[in-house]
């Protein structure tokens, strides 16, 4: 089909409704069009403009698309749309198709003794590293065996993350952290206790959230005490603790006897005044890291000079953080119910680019799409993990996923999310580490 | 047509023929008898043959002339016509006159002429009248064209449909022109379905209600009549009651005063202060957050460290239990007594060390809760140590007075759970303040009559009761937050006392029977006060000892009252109904300009358990976080 046999020019054309002309255009090449307006019957929706691409790409099965308009999804026909934002039907609309994605798919939980604070996903052996309240750090592997058990934590894990496949970092409440190594390979006897290698100490309060840089082997961390650490898990590199930190209650901490060898910071960072609830190292470049802040602060600090660069204050205290890389936003979870969209760079002009609104209660956990840039899941203690697409600010999120298991109230705060190769892995109150499968499309 | 009658004898025919005597009577009558009359003579006339042997006969017989075949209805026999006839009916078929001869073209006798003579009878000229306009109807199409003019005739008027259907009440009474002492009369009601003539069952009374109704005095009825079914309106009996209804209903038009009322033509939204929307004073808590579930029995009080993380909770169940203040986790719990409820918990001030005072029943509770850092810890350990020596070297002076608290050391277990000191003051506890550097703080025990206040010094060990008298129950004291002065509420009046000159400064006299809490704005100069009365009472030190603004929303007592001191403009109130207000309260730097003062939302979330509500409320040091303790058992954060 070509677009002149669209249009009625014919003459023979009686239909009742008018026709509008619409460009489609798409971010994706493999499913890209002919950018001429054609005139398309204004009463069509979703589905009729999705068989109109279909048809003018020529696919052999059908791909179900969505439809941008002005930055939220099309639900209506465009006859609907034009008529409610007040456009003329003479211009030409411009609808942005993307693939749609289908919903995801609840696959497993693991059953945790506690609230599950972190999880993590390792790249290529898929396996889950769980942290929970009663103070363990888990390995898991995709078929709910736990295999490894780290103990030595004395209070809450509040956050583990992997470093390779072999290395896993993890903090909590006792304020120190700990790195885990584990055998990568072999899948040893089920459930074997594990310690740590070493714990980096010089927080003064709850480690809320790290981040790890694979390639450096550097460490973030988020601390209640308003500052962020920076440390690194090569053990030649870090500094000996200069002295032992004072023991008061010495028969109630046991790591002080039997602990692992104790490492301090490279940098305490200071600049915060208000509890730091997440940091992230920037994809691209590992010196340079961003922390989020209850003070509603973004700061960007160069971790090669450990020097505060840039500090931005939004609107509301900030509670989680993630990194869309290909488009260079910073997307902030905060305790006002919803997720903004920043430019981190010097040069941006606005402090915040968009909002994203849907949750209803604080959003503590982010975690980008790696297969589509602008696609992310977030985590709330609504007790909801919530799809967004950043293309679509205006439309809410995409999908849902609720808390699946038996005697829920539906209300459970989920605590941590990861979107991995493996699905949407995510952990909260109701003591699990729940998979859900990653939504098709995109 | 019969034929002309020669009057000559024999022509009487009469007795020539039988003739059928029966009259003017249709023929059909003798359909099923053989004869079909009579004749003069009374013999049966017998019907002519018929049928097939006769009209064999007929065949053969020559019709004869004027045959029509047609019966004559009064002989039975054939019809005839003669020529004459014939040809009659011959010309009324061709639409020619019947009779012949007739000319209808005879010439016309003119009896009134048609033509004007030319010599007329009389030859008077023609009057002056006929050619002139006529006045009269002059006069008329003036009166029409005024009419149209002034609207009264609308030519062309379309016609008006008359309605087909009445609403005969709609004008029983007809309009009377509009006169402004001319008050209509209240109409009557319309009758109801009990008032029917044919009402449905259920409105029919039942014996006893018809009994009862019987029984009633006339006056004491709630309507005249007892509804009664007819099965048809023409059975409906006259009504005995009638003339002395429409009689009563005379003497109500007559003598009931009707007066016409003033209506205040004043829009109601231009009596509204002009007051900022909600809207535009964001952020402020909305929604419940977290809710921190843990504690058996009310949760009494609440405090928030001043970092901003820890909370800490005293409830009914004697525990103090801190919290993860996002996620609502219970981090830390201690029980202090086996039957004593935590009356009040407040955190030291200042980030250098974690120390959280705690009371229940007569002991003051200092505790160290293990969730700082080491550093901290030890400071905190060292705040409270320092003091012990101090307080042995002054019991041993006799000339002091005995002090109204004693600070010992707790017992192993409480030791191990984190409890430093213990200051036992022998009357019970309801409320602890701190002074703003933390070295001191007050406790109030409403029972303790003068030694109600206590002032006790951490860095000394030391106690002491500022006043010598009492001056009523005093329900709470709260230090200046950066002055030497302190407040001290009692049920009716707060009083400050300025603690360097040692004297009273003034006394505030809130208006309300029974002050629950009150608060002190971090500028020092506006003081809110919650009362048992329901009453919020917004007080400027600067303006009056009277309250500068009432606030009556809550329907239950006033709990608990707080300002915001982390520099946002908000306080709120906690109240037995179950809800917290939150308002807007603006301070303004010059003195010329009053505290905007705006309701901003009230929170509900928390449940009644025997007639309490919410008992405390806190606000988190810097954000718009509020923490509430509930008698439902919870405590909230709402964001």
Known sequence: MTSTENTPMDGTDTQSTHQVQVKFTTRHPDIAVPTAPILVPANLKRYGLSQIINHLLDTSTAIPFEFLVNGSFLRTSIERYLSDNGLSSESVLTLEYVRAIIPPKFQAAFQHDDWVSSVSVERESKRILSGSYDGIVRVWNESAQCLYTGVGHTDVVKTAKWMSATKSVSAGMDRGLRIWEVDGESIGEENSEIFALAELVGHRGTVEKISVD????????????????????????????????????????????????????????????????????????????????????????????????????????????????????????????????????????????????????????????KSSEWQMVSASHDGTLRIWDVRATESGSIWTIKREGEGLSGKEKVFDVEWSSLGIVSGGEDKRVQIDDSPKGE | ????????????????????????????????????????????????????????????????????????????????????????????????????????????????????????????????????????????????????????????????????????????????????????????????????????????????????????????????????????????????????????????????????????????????????????????????????????????????????????????????????????????????????????????????????????????????????DHETEAASKELLSVGWGYAEVVKGDPLKKEPPAKWSKPSDKLADAGVAAIVTVRVLVKHIAWHRRGDYFATVSPEGQNRAVAIHQLSKHQSQSPFRKSKGIIQRVEFHPFRPVLFVATQRYIRTYDLAKQELAKTLQPGSRWISSFDVHSGGDNLIVGSYDKRLLWHDLDLSTKPYRTLRYHQKAIRSVKYHQGGLPLFCSASDDGTVQVFHGKVFGDLMENALIVPLKVLRGHAVKQALGVLDVEWHPKECWLFSAGADGTARLWN
């Open chain 2, 1 to 372: 047509m019969y034929p002309e009658i020669d009057p000559v004898y024999d022509s009487d025919d009469t007795d020539v023929e039988e003739t059928n005597t029966i009259g003017n009577i249709p023929l059909e009558f003798y359909d099923e008898c053989p004869h079909i009359g009579y004749d003069i003579n009374g013999k049966k006339i017998m019907r002519p043959a018929k049928g097939a042997a006769l009209d064999a006969l007929l065949d053969s017989i020559e019709v004869p002339r004027g045959w029509t075949g047609m019966t004559d209805r009064n002989t039975g026999g054939d019809l005839m016509l003669t020529q004459e006839e014939l040809e009659m009916v011959r010309r009324i078929q061709m639409g020619e006159v019947p009779v012949d001869g007739y000319d209808p073209y005879a010439p016309m006798v003119e009896y009134f002429t048609s033509k004007t003579e030319v010599m007329p009878l009389s030859a008077a000229p023609e009057p002056k009248r006929r050619f002139i306009p006529s006045k009269h109807e002059a006069k008329r199409v003036m009166k029409i064209v005024k009419a149209i003019r002034e609207g009264r005739i609308v030519p062309n008027k379309p016609k008006q449909e008359e309605p087909q259907f009445y609403d005969i009440w709609a004008d029983d009474a007809p309009p009377r022109p509009d006169h402004i002492m001319n008050i209509p009369a209240p109409k009557l009601p319309p009758p109801t379905h009990d008032e029917s003539y044919n009402p449905p069952e259920e409105y029919l009374p039942t014996e006893v209600e018809k009994k009862a109704w019987e029984e009633l005095d006339p006056e004491d009825r709630d309507k005249d009549y007892l509804p009664r079914k007819h099965s048809a309106l023409r059975l409906v009996p006259g009504y005995d009651g009638f003339v002395k209804e429409r009689f009563e209903r005379c003497l109500d038009l007559y003598l009931a005063p009707r007066v016409r009322r003033n209506k205040l033509n004043i829009d109601p939204e231009s009596l509204l202060p002009k007051l900022p929307s909600p809207q535009e004073l964001k952020p402020f808590p909305t929604t419940t957050a977290t809710v921190y579930r843990g504690h058996e029995g009310k949760v009494r009080t609440i405090s928030i460290d001043s970092s901003g993380v820890w909370l800490a909770t005293g409830g009914d169940d004697g525990t103090v239990r801190i919290w993860e203040i996002l996620t609502g986790r219970e981090v830390w719990k201690v029980k202090l007594g086996e039957d004593e409820s935590v009356n009040t918990v407040k955190w030291r001030p200042g980030r250098e060390a974690g120390i959280l005072a705690a009371a229940a029943g007569d002991d003051v509770y200092l505790i160290i809760p293990p969730i700082f």
């Open chain 1, 214 to 369: 694979s390639s450096s082997g550097r460490v973030l961390s988020a601390g209640m005490d308003s500052l962020v650490g920076f440390w690194t898990t090569n053990i030649s590199e870090a500094s000996k603790t200069p002295k032992e930190a004072p023991v008061p209650r010495a028969k109630r901490r046991k790591e002080t006897s039997t602990g692992p060898p104790r490492y301090g910071p490279l940098r305490m960072l200071e600049g915060h005044t208000s509890p730091v609830s997440a940091v992230v190292f920037d994809p691209k470049d590992s010196t340079v890291g961003y922390s989020i802040s209850w003070d509603h602060t973004i700061r960007t600090w160069d971790l090669a000079t450990y020097s505060l660069v840039d500090t931005r204050t939004t609107q509301h205290p900030l509670l989680s953080v993630c990194v869309l890389p290909k488009l260079s936003l910073l997307a902030c979870g905060s305790a006002a119910r919803h997720i903004t969209l920043h430019d981190p760079r010097v040069s941006a002009s606005t402090v915040t680019t968009s909002t994203l609104r849907g949750h209803t209660n604080a959003v503590v956990a982010l975690s980008p799409n």
